[in-house]
């Protein structure tokens, strides 16, 4: 697809249960993980986690605000 970043498959849902992102069992959508974004440093450290639920208005610009936070941290 071209994307300037690796793209990660789940098929078993091992990444999901270790970033707690199941919903769990019962729920009408537990086959389909919540979203979440993460902001993850290039030493594999999370800084930050989104959980976006049903609050997309606006989301972009909180992590693109906090990218720029943490980038201006690290100079």
């Known amino acids: 697809m071209g994307f300037p970043f690796p793209l990660l498959s789940d098929p078993d849902a091992l990444i999901a ?3 707690d992102v199941k919903r769990p069992r ?3 959508l537990a086959s389909i993980p919540r979203r979440v974004t993460y902001l993850i440093d290039p030493d594999g450290v999370i800084r930050r ?3 976006v ?3 997309i208005e606006g ?3 909180d992590v693109l605000g906090d990218l720029e936070e943490l980038a201006g941290a690290d100079s």
Do not use: C, E, V
């Open 59 to 61: 989301h972009a610009g």
């Open 26 to 28: 019962g729920h009408p």
């Open 49 to 51: 986690a989104y959980d």
């Open 17 to 19: 249960s270790l970033l």
């Open 53 to 55: 639920g049903r609050h």
